[in-house]
């Protein structure tokens, strides 16, 4: 009886099993339904997924290529720099700390800082990861150090020394403007040179031939691909079969080789030349190629240190003291400045005035020490009497230049500017480059907002006003002057070459432009500047060095000079000297090197700039005779272009 | 599920395709266990992990041995151990906030001896034995109404309230899950069927805010919003469908699923167990062990339709329940359509309290087979 009960109640359940049973079914359907999508469908995605958790690609790393002289020379390689670590919970704070601090000359500032840096790493909680970071105590030790270090490791657990490659400039400021710097690409910067291969971390030129041939120095990294070894304990050549793709392993391409136009120890005799003075530039350039044999901007900065090779501390500390020099060691002084040039640019003038068929070279001119013009009156350096353009040249008179201003236009002192290579950009492809200014009548105009005034040709014929010129420009000037007439394309690379020396390319020289001039009025203009240093009345006279042939011209450029803030008051004098130049070229008869030198502030052209410009051709004179011999005598290593 | 079958059966036999399908699932996931923790073989601190699967053996004998002797008495007499059981249960549930140990911020277990003994996993069971006593004393006829609900829903109520405060969200919606899925056998009021479905509107807001932990809350939206989550939770999850994705068809192999052999799954061992199942064995393996829950829940339900009285039907549909939550929210966590609660995979999952308390599960269900 109870038995019919029940089962007449199990009937309630009845009706739900078929809805139960629908249910479940449903529901393991969706679950196979979504396997479906996740394995099946898209099953490719999650593998290749998977893949790349376990497989990661290890950079193999390139090295950069260097930079050579004209001779050879290495300007710029690579060399490891040996950092030290430490691992703050490892060391032996008793024995170890000591005896390395002693080892690496740390000094009593420094020992206590990091001691107690350790320290209160080493106080931290056990599970801290702080407590095993490692921590920088020394860049850039010297080999014997590491020697050392590497035979007392035992004693000295807990110590690391890391190799890094640094960039390692051998003749440390000499030519660094040029030759460059390095540094660490910037965040913002990585958002698009990732896709060049860049990292963050990695170092790219700062300036420079660094900065301009980066992508040729750089090189390629290498790419190998690895099974992180994670999980059990498998053979790392199975895993590698089984889970990589090919390639699995891009072998890096090193950097290519630049050598360059520059002769390194041209640029130590200006360096030694210049020696004394505060700050200027000096260009050499080869008149019969346009290829730059010197560059010099003083004063410099050690490049090893700007690229990083004694840490970030150093360079962060490098750059805030050369940003704070008044005296701009950073800037560029034969290329990214522009500078009034003042008397060298009489030369110039002249030829304008003698093309236009405005001067008589015969014709005399009075100078009683300035010239009047309108209102104005212009000094003139001193009274010179009765003066043609020779002499005019040769003792530099203002009053000449003014008188044959007041005739010409200044459009037609501009034109010849621009055909010499002045107002405009050269090209040399390093660093950025000023332009320098040629004014015309409608820059004038433009500026002023005014009714043009004679004045202002006036100022321009002596190279004064508004005209100015970088010491690159002029350099190349002096060369056409030099040669003839021919401007070149001025160029600091002679050839790239690939790690193993084979040439990849090779740059000859280029002609940028004939300048149409009579050679009659040049070589009057040629003979003159030969005066200037031969005449006992040149400007350059007193400071000759008996013997050393060379002719050019003696500037001494006013300066309009607004003092920079930072300058003590006391110093004041400095900024507002006047700028002393000369420019010039070797041999006066037969020309082979343009040489122009400036001297910042240094005063008088003559008594200051043409000392130096002497004793740098008297070397370069030296250096030619000894190449000589030197291939005469068959040891042959020159193969310079001197 | 025919009634002529009933008679067509003799008196206790063993339930053989429920035994076949039970020996399957337990040697697939033993199997299983050691692939999953044979990463720690050579990890010195964890290696012991890489044997735990001789435990589970051992887990596993003491199931079975129970689940024998729970087939061989008649399940009517648990009728009576019901409630004693139940109270006693409470009691050890209330324990576990005094006693128990708190392992990544849930307490959930008591030690006894060496043995971490887990409250909640057997109150499962009971609650099944509970719930079927009062279904089986209450043969109400005609269409119930809400109110009738009053007596099974506290039962229910009571041990979810102390379970989701150790905090276990994961066994709280198995216990509410499967006692729905027992009282949706009865006959209901459509009326009451709508007010039910109202309150449930309203109260799961009310959940959200007030009953759901910071954390609770967090799993949630991140798998609602995977792109920002800040929990792990998410990506667990995509660690664990990575791994599936990559079994494709047939699978890495054997102790070849590279996000188990490489330590990405996040505790493959007990939580994504499925994962490194589908890894090593593909989609066809799935299949194969999805089937093997499908059959065994139907099966369950089948025995249900089959029992002589209401006690036997309510507890085959309370097991079968119990079975078919646990692989639907464990599976559907790994796979991505639910979201990351700690429900362990039936016979998969390492862990003592769960093998025994499902093997005990399946025990009643064969006794009710096998008393038909």
């Given at each position: 009886m109870r038995l019919f009960v029940q089962r007449s109640d199990v009937g309630e359940f009845r009706r739900r099993y078929r809805w139960m049973v629908l249910f479940v079914l449903v529901t393991f359907l969706v679950l196979v339904g979504r396997l479906v999508l996740l394995q099946l469908v898209e099953g490719d995605v999650h593998r290749a997924q998977a893949r790349r958790n376990i497989v990661s690609e290890g950079f193999l790393a390139t090295t950069r290529g260097v930079i050579r002289d004209s001779l050879g020379r290495v300007l710029a390689a690579n060399r490891p720099a040996y950092n030290v670590y430490i691992t703050p919970a490892q060391l032996d704070m008793e024995k170890a700390w000591p005896l390395l601090a002693r080892l690496l000359h740390l000094d009593d500032a420094e020992r206590?800082?990091?001691?107690?840096?350790?320290?209160?790493?080493?106080?931290?909680?056990?599970?801290?990861?702080?407590r095993q970071q490692q921590i920088l105590v020394k860049v850039d030790i010297d080999r014997d150090a590491v020697a050392y270090l590497e035979t007392h490791k035992r004693e000295l657990e807990g110590l690391t020394v890391a190799p890094s490659p640094v960039r390692y400039y051998p003749y440390g400021s000499l030519g660094a403007h040029v030759i460059g710097t390095m540094r660490e690409?910037?965040?913002?910067?990585?958002?698009?040179?990732?896709?060049?291969?860049?990292?963050?971390?990695?170092?790219?030129?700062?300036?420079?031939?660094?900065?301009?041939?980066?992508?040729?120095?750089?090189?390629?990294?290498?790419?190998?691909?690895?099974?992180?070894?994670?999980?059990?304990?498998?053979?790392?050549?199975?895993?590698?079969?089984?889970?990589?793709?090919?390639?699995?392993?891009?072998?890096?391409?090193p950097g290519r080789d630049i050598s360059l136009t520059l002769d390194i120890e041209l640029i130590e005799s200006m360096e030694r030349a210049m020696h004394g003075q505060l700050a200027g530039a000096a260009v050499a350039v080869d008149v019969r190629t346009g290829r730059i044999l010197a560059l010099l901007s003083k004063p410099s900065f050690d490049p090893n240190v700007v690229s990083g090779g004694q840490g970030i501390k150093a360079v962060s500390e490098a750059y805030t003291r050369l940003y704070a020099d008044p005296l701009k060691p950073t800037l560029d002084k034969t290329i990214s400045a522009?500078?009034?040039?003042?008397?060298?640019?009489?030369?110039?003038?002249?030829?304008?005035?003698?093309?236009?068929?405005?001067?008589?070279?015969?014709?005399?001119?009075?100078?009683?020490?300035?010239?009047?013009?309108?209102?104005?009156?212009?000094?003139?350096?001193?009274?010179?009497?009765?003066?043609?353009?020779?002499?005019?040249?040769?003792?530099?008179?203002?009053?000449?230049?003014?008188?044959?201003?007041?005739?010409?236009?200044?459009?037609?002192?501009?034109?010849?500017?621009?055909?010499?290579?002045?107002?405009?950009?050269?090209?040399?492809?390093?660093?950025?480059?000023?332009?320098?200014?040629?004014?015309?009548?409608?820059?004038?105009?433009?500026?002023?907002?005014?009714?043009?005034?004679?004045?202002?040709?006036?100022?321009?014929?002596?190279?004064q006003g508004a005209t100015t010129v970088t010491?690159?420009?002029?350099?190349?000037?002096?060369?056409?002057?030099?040669?003839?007439?021919?401007?070149?394309?001025?160029?600091?690379?002679?050839?790239?070459?690939?790690?193993?020396?084979?040439?990849?390319?090779?740059?000859?020289?280029?002609?940028?432009?004939?300048?149409?001039?009579?050679?009659?009025?040049?070589?009057?203009?040629?003979?003159?500047?030969?005066?200037?240093?031969?005449?006992?009345?040149?400007?350059?006279?007193?400071?000759?060095?008996?013997?050393?042939?060379?002719?050019?011209?003696?500037?001494?450029?006013?300066?309009?000079?607004?003092?920079?803030?930072?300058?003590?008051?006391?110093?004041?004098?400095?900024?507002?000297?006047?700028?002393?130049?000369?420019?010039?070229?070797?041999?006066?008869?037969?020309?082979?090197?343009?040489?122009?030198?400036?001297?910042?502030?240094?005063?008088?052209?003559?008594?200051?700039?043409?000392?130096?410009?002497?004793?740098?051709?008297?070397?370069?004179?030296?250096?030619?005779?000894?190449?000589?011999?030197?291939?005469?005598?068959?040891?042959?290593?020159?193969?310079?272009?001197? | 599920m025919a009634r002529d079958h009933i008679t067509a059966r003799g008196s206790p036999g063993i339930d053989t395709p429920l035994l076949l399908a039970v020996m399957a699932i337990i040697t697939l996931g033993l199997v299983n266990l050691y692939s999953a923790t044979s990463v720690y073989a050579d990890d010195g601190q964890r290696a012991q992990l890489a044997d735990i699967y001789v435990s589970q053996i051992y887990w596993i004998v003491v199931g079975t041995l129970l689940a024998i002797l729970v087939a061989s008495i008649d399940y009517r007499s648990f009728d009576r151990l019901a409630l004693v059981s139940y109270f006693g249960g409470l009691v050890a549930l209330a324990l576990v906030f005094v006693l128990a140990r708190s392992i990544r911020g849930a307490s959930r277990w008591i030690a006894i001896g060496s043995f971490n003994f887990q409250p909640s996993e057997f109150m499962k069971i009971i609650l099944i034995l509970v719930l079927a006593r009062y279904l089986h004393n209450d043969p109400k006829v005609e269409p119930r109404t809400l109110l009738d609900f009053t007596r099974p829903a506290l039962l229910t109520?009571?041990?979810?309230?102390?379970?989701?405060?150790?905090?276990?969200?994961?066994?709280?919606?198995?216990?509410?899950?499967?006692?729905?899925?027992?009282?949706?056998?009865?006959?209901?009021?459509?009326?009451?069927?709508?007010?039910?479905?109202?309150?449930?509107?309203?109260?799961?807001?009310?959940?959200?805010?007030?009953?759901?932990?910071?954390?609770?809350?967090?799993?949630?939206?991140?798998?609602?919003?995977?792109?920002?989550?800040?929990?792990?939770?998410?990506?667990?999850?995509?660690?664990?469908?990575?791994?599936?994705?990559n079994g494709q068809l047939f699978g890495e192999g054997f102790m070849q699923g590279t996000q188990n052999q490489f330590r990405l799954l996040p505790d493959q061992f007990s939580d994504f167990p499925f994962a490194v199942f589908c890894e090593d064995w593909g989609f066809a393996g799935a299949v194969v062990l999805l089937g093997l829950y499908c059959f065994a829940v139907?099966?369950?339900?089948?025995?249900?339709?089959?029992?002589?009285?209401?006690?036997?039907?309510?507890?085959?549909?309370?097991?079968?329940?119990?079975?078919?939550?646990?692989?639907?929210?464990?599976?559907?966590?790994?796979?991505?359509?639910?979201?990351?609660?700690?429900?362990?995979?039936?016979?998969?999952?390492?862990?003592?309290?769960?093998v025994v308390t499902m093997m005990v599960g399946l025990g009643l269900l064969m006794n009710v087979s096998m008393r038909r």
């Open positions: 206590t800082a990091l001691e107690q840096k350790i320290r209160d790493r080493r106080n931290l909680d056990p599970k801290d990861r702080r690409v910037d965040r913002e910067e990585l958002a698009f040179l990732s896709d060049r291969g860049y990292r963050a971390g990695d170092r790219t030129g700062a300036i420079g031939i660094e900065r301009r041939w980066e992508s040729y120095l750089r090189g390629q990294r290498g790419m190998r691909k690895v099974v992180r070894m994670a999980g059990r304990r498998m053979d790392q050549a199975e895993l590698e079969a089984k889970y990589l793709e090919e390639p699995r392993r891009v072998e890096p391409i522009a500078y009034p040039p003042g008397s060298t640019y009489k030369p110039f003038t002249a030829l304008a005035g003698l093309a236009d068929g405005l001067v008589d070279p015969h014709a005399e001119v009075d100078c009683r020490g300035g010239f009047e013009y309108g209102k104005r009156y212009f000094r003139c350096t001193g009274v010179h009497r009765r003066v043609n353009l020779h002499s005019a040249i040769v003792q530099s008179c203002n009053t000449y230049f003014y008188e044959l201003g007041s005739r010409i236009s200044i459009d037609r002192l501009a034109s010849i500017g621009l055909d010499f290579g002045f107002g405009v950009r050269t090209g040399i492809g390093v660093n950025p480059e000023a332009r320098g200014r040629m004014p015309t009548r409608g820059w004038y105009t433009r500026r002023y907002k005014e009714a043009f005034r004679g004045g202002f040709t006036v100022l321009s014929a002596i190279g010491v690159l420009q002029l350099a190349l000037a002096y060369a056409a002057l030099a040669n003839g007439g021919t401007v070149y394309q001025p160029q600091v690379v002679r050839s790239i070459e690939t790690s193993d020396g084979t040439v990849v390319q090779e740059f000859p020289p280029r002609v940028k432009r004939m300048v149409g001039l009579d050679q009659s009025h040049l070589t009057m203009v040629k003979q003159a500047m030969q005066g200037v240093v031969t005449d006992k009345h040149g400007t350059g006279y007193g400071g000759r060095i008996p013997g050393i042939d060379l002719a050019g011209k003696t500037g001494t450029a006013q300066v309009s000079h607004v003092t920079p803030r930072s300058v003590d008051p006391n110093r004041e004098w400095y900024f507002n000297r006047d700028h002393a130049w000369f420019a010039g070229y070797s041999p006066a008869a037969s020309p082979e090197v343009a040489i122009v030198v400036l001297i910042e502030h240094g005063g008088g052209g003559g008594k200051n700039a043409v000392p130096v410009a002497m004793r740098v051709i008297r070397d370069w004179q030296k250096m030619k005779e000894d190449r000589l011999a030197a291939r005469a005598a068959g040891s042959g290593q020159a193969k310079g272009n001197l | 109520l009571v041990p979810v309230a102390l379970v989701m405060a150790q905090p276990d969200l994961g066994t709280s919606l198995i216990y509410l899950l499967t006692a729905g899925s027992m009282l949706a056998m009865t006959r209901i009021r459509k009326r009451s069927l709508v007010t039910l479905a109202v309150m449930l509107g309203v109260s799961i807001p009310l959940a959200w805010n007030f009953l759901l932990l910071r954390y609770q809350r967090d799993r949630i939206t991140s798998f609602l919003n995977p792109e920002n989550d800040n929990t792990g939770a998410g990506w667990h999850a995509f660690q664990a469908q990575t791994a599936i994705g139907i099966w369950a339900i089948h025995v249900a339709s089959q029992a002589k009285d209401r006690f036997g039907a309510a507890l085959a549909i309370g097991v079968g329940a119990n079975l078919f939550w646990h692989v639907v929210l464990n599976v559907g966590m790994a796979i991505g359509v639910l979201p990351v609660v700690g429900v362990t995979l039936p016979l998969f999952s390492y862990g003592g309290s769960s």
